[in-house]
């Protein structure tokens, strides 16, 4: 199990590589000059061929674009200096730039919004499980019967609504309409300031998310515990006399979470990478809504950061999925 684990870290580390060169290669093959956008908030909308040359020659948008990928590649590690028009910032290791709005590290900028989008994260993973998985079972347990339809047919619809307008309404009908108690504020506080307030202003967001994510592994939930349920190691398990609960929950329910590990590690590492409508609509700072602003602003270094930092959670995750495979089924562990 070690030596698979450490293969499919160095793999995992080959594809961080090949997808930070492809979002480098389309940072400075895109539609216009990578130097446009700050050329032109530099000078007001005016930027001449001329100015544009000086910005590009700054930021060495005129070297060869193997030496610049070498050198973005070295600031990560080691940190780099940073020439935007006349003045030179330097940036720390891990530099992944400089946002052309702010003019701050990408770096120092996303630590201080990583903490909101691990809350949402957090939150709404906690929530699909919590709900998804019981719910699913309850109902794999009960196929046929009527609550087992009902419930599958609400949820259906519930999942068949876009996830952005479900969002807007819980947030218009929780906090305008009917005024809900405790939820009028929703937004991230920092834990360490205001434990209280940062629970208050995240419980919408997490409601919203989990109760939407929660029909989607009440699916997968209720059809793994069904193909489960009617294997010959259950049934060899009932005639032995186990009560009904120990069949179900010590002996089927590990390997119907086998496929649900599979959906909730890439759903966790998505969350993780951020939740657009999430953080948007509830007025989270969180990455998902940065690079939102980002992309509004064309702050192509946030925008080439944030989709790296997206890819690179979702390569742990899957590589966790992998890990935790072995644990939950001895049949899929390598040597």
């Known amino acids: 199990m070690f030596g698979y684990v450490v293969k499919r870290m160095l793999a995992g580390m080959v594809v961080v590589v090949l997808v930070s060169m492809a979002i480098f290669v389309l940072f400075w093959y895109g539609p216009s000059s990578p130097a446009q956008p700050i050329c032109d908030r530099e000078t007001s909308n005016r930027c001449t061929p001329v100015r544009l040359e000086r910005f590009e020659h700054s930021l060495g948008y005129d070297n060869p674009i193997y030496e610049e990928y070498g050198r973005y590649a070295r600031g990560i590690f080691v940190g780099r200096t940073i020439t935007i028009g006349p003045t030179a910032y330097t940036c720390p290791a891990p530099c992944l730039g400089f946002s052309y709005r702010t003019k701050v590290p990408v770096w120092t900028e996303m630590k201080s919004r990583l903490p909101a989008t691990f809350s949402v994260a957090v939150g709404g993973g906690f929530l699909y499980l919590a709900f998804g998985i019981p719910i699913g079972v309850a109902a794999a347990r009960r196929r046929g019967s009527v609550a087992d339809k009902a419930l599958v047919s609400s949820f259906l619809v519930i999942s068949s609504i876009p996830y952005y307008l479900f969002a807007l309404l819980a947030w218009l009908y929780c906090t305008v309409i009917f005024e809900v108690p405790?939820?009028?504020?929703?937004?991230?506080?920092?834990?360490?300031?205001?434990?209280?307030?940062w629970f208050s202003g995240m419980i919408l967001a997490w409601v919203a998310l989990g109760i939407y994510g929660c029909t989607e592994f009440t699916r997968f939930s209720r059809g793994a515990m069904v193909e489960a349920l009617s294997e010959d190691y259950v049934r060899t398990a009932r005639a032995k006399?186990?009560?009904?609960?120990?069949?179900?929950?010590?002996?089927?329910?590990?390997?119907?979470?086998?496929?649900?590990?599979?959906?909730?590690?890439?759903?966790?590492g998505g969350l993780l990478a951020g939740t657009i409508f999430t953080e948007r609509i509830f007025d989270i700072q969180g990455i998902g809504f940065w690079s939102v602003q980002a992309v509004g602003a064309r702050d192509l270094p946030v925008v080439s950061a944030t989709a790296l930092f997206s890819a690179v959670v979702l390569i742990v995750s899957n590589i966790l999925v992998d890990v935790v495979y072995g644990i939950l089924d001895p049949r899929v562990r390598l040597s």
């Open 182 to 197: 405790g939820l009028g504020n929703p937004g991230y506080h920092p834990i360490t300031a205001n434990p209280a307030k």
């Open 241 to 268: 006399g186990l009560t009904p609960r120990s069949v179900v929950y010590k002996h089927a329910l590990r390997s119907a979470l086998v496929p649900v590990v599979t959906i909730f590690g890439l759903e966790f």
